[in-house]
């Protein structure tokens, strides 16, 4: 069964440096989302694209997120200056079109 | 998005069924109700869907009655591999692209 995957499985950062979180979503998929949990908390949304476009995204996206579609394959999200608070599990998913997403096994990013 | 109310955490053992219900008062007519399964350190896996009557599948059973107003996912037997937590989501699943909106979930714990 075709599965999401993400790199890093872990990624420990000093604050203030910028992280990029890989994802290679199922291959025929068009949809592409970002979703993080802190720990001990809900999931939550951060953003949503399609077509190389970002479609929606939340509140917590703010300037310094960034999303790329750089090839046909990867996915990736980009913390530019990284704060204390942005550890978490950063899960990447994937979907058609209405039909379910599908989640990637996250990258567990710990910022110092 | 319709706002979804379930029990903070459950405990069962082996061999039971177990059933958690999802209240979701204000659902509309176009939403369809979702259920996921996150185990620690994991990201998120759909077990059903349903918009009303019964739906079944391998891993679950999904009630919804006429009026739409609330859910019951019903586990079959559990084991121990059962212990996770369970989300219910209600949305429009025609929206392509749209954010999932989690809440806190429902912890099932299983125990032998």
């Known amino acids: 069964e075709p599965e999401v995957t993400q790199t890093p499985s872990h990624q420990v950062t000093q604050m203030g440096q910028e992280v990029i979180l890989r994802c290679v979503p199922i291959?025929?998929?068009?949809?592409f989302y970002w979703y993080r949990q802190i720990l001990g908390q809900k999931v939550e949304f951060l953003v949503s694209?399609?077509?190389?476009?970002?479609?929606?995204k939340s509140e917590i996206f703010d300037d310094q997120f960034s999303v790329e579609r750089p090839d046909g394959s990867n996915f990736t999200l980009k913390i530019r200056s990284t704060k204390l608070e942005d550890s978490a599990m950063y899960f990447c998913?994937?979907?058609?079109?209405?039909?379910?997403?599908?989640f990637g096994p996250g990258t567990r990013l710990l910022v110092l | 998005l319709a706002k979804t109310t379930q029990p903070i955490s459950m405990d069962s053992y082996e061999g039971q069924e177990v059933n958690i219900t999802c209240s979701h008062n204000?659902?509309?007519?176009?939403?369809?109700i979702t259920w996921y399964q996150q185990f620690p350190s994991q990201g998120p896996r759909f077990i059903i869907q349903?918009?009303?009557t019964k739906v079944t599948n391998e891993v679950a059973s999904l009630f919804i009655p006429a009026d739409r107003k609330s859910s019951t996912l019903s586990l079959p037997r559990v084991s121990l591999s059962d212990t996770a937590v369970y989300y219910c989501?209600?949305?429009?699943?025609?929206?392509?692209?749209?954010?999932?909106?989690f809440g806190k979930g429902t912890t099932l714990s299983v125990s032998s």
């Open positions: 998913a994937s979907n058609w079109s209405q039909e379910t997403q599908y």
């Open positions: 989501l209600v949305g429009d699943s025609n929206q392509a692209g749209t954010a999932l909106i």
């Open positions: 694209f399609y077509n190389n476009e970002i479609s929606e």
């Open positions: 349903g918009y009303k």
């Open positions: 291959s025929n998929h068009l949809y």
């Open positions: 204000n659902i509309a007519t176009n939403d369809y």
